[in-house]
């Protein structure tokens, strides 16, 4: 095996190593309440730091922040959705 090779094999043990390390402190499940918690601000700083180290290791939940970040950036885009105008005038009919 060349240097390189043998380097790169042993980085790629060492981040495994680190991986289920990070995993192991927090789970998938609380890492992707927290993103969403991150995302209105609620979040507490040492969560916000748990996050971090979690998502440094985790590649499936650094992935599923991608796709909420951008899903939320995409619905954020979206124009504002309007009531059919019947559904507005029995809406306002039943108000006292
Ligand atoms: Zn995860």
Known sequence: MSELGLNSA????RLAAQQRVGVAER????AREALTDLADGSLATDDQCALEA???TCASCTAFRRTYER???LLQ???PA???A???RRVLESLP
């Open 10 to 13: 042993r980085e790629t043990a």
């Open 27 to 30: 789970s998938h499940e609380w």
């Open 54 to 56: 979690h998502l440094a």
């Open 71 to 73: 899903t939320v950036e």
């Open 77 to 79: 885009g979206l124009p």
């Open 82 to 84: 309007k009531a059919p």
């Open 86 to 88: 019947e559904a507005k």
